[in-house]
């Protein structure tokens, strides 16, 4: 009889663990909180005069307990933050410019402090698309970290439609 119930248990777990997505996991900080360390908020639509340089703001969170190192990390092994545009899109990335990280301490070795990103943030990317309508699919590469260790870089879509008129 025991074994019915813990086996009852583990198949009503499957759907969760292997759903990546469950509140449940996010509140432990499993492996959905870690996997969906940034999200783009926005813009996903930009209009532009074509052949003009443009400034577009690109803004983007970092989940609660995170942050990712700045684009300007203060040690060379540390990843840094760094967008990119496919040569190939019709829209170039003249300039990016970055926000000033925070200094984080680390608890395990207070001597040790980061600069890095957390909560909120926002990338002024300028821009010089050719006349039309493009899809780009840009692109946001990132370290993130929670208080004691650091996942593996990862690069995120920054999907925008751009239209250059």
Not at 17 to 40: D, F, H, I, M
Not at 67 to 81: A, W
Request: with cysteine; net charge neutral; proline share 8%.
């Amino acid at each position: 009889m025991k074994f019915a119930k813990y086996a009852a248990l583990v198949v009503c777990m499957v759907p969760v663990v292997n759903c990546g997505q469950s509140p449940l996991l996010e509140k432990l900080g499993g492996p959905a909180t870690k996997a969906e360390a940034v999200r783009y908020l926005y813009p996903e639509q930009v209009v532009v005069a074509a052949g003009k340089t443009t400034d577009v703001a690109l803004h983007f969170r970092i989940a609660d307990g995170m942050h990712i190192n700045s684009h300007t990390p203060k040690y060379d092994f540390l990843i840094p933050t760094a967008l990119s545009f496919p040569a190939s899109s019709g829209v170039a990335l003249d300039a990016a410019n970055y926000p000033t990280g925070t200094e984080f301490v680390l608890p395990a070795d207070p001597s040790t402090k980061l600069n890095v990103y957390s909560g909120e943030f926002t990338i002024n990317a300028r821009i010089t698309a050719e006349p039309g309508n493009h899809l780009v699919q840009a692109k946001l590469r990132y370290q993130a970290c929670d208080q004691t260790q650091c996942m593996p870089p990862k690069t995120i879509n920054v999907a925008m439609d751009i239209v250059a008129r």
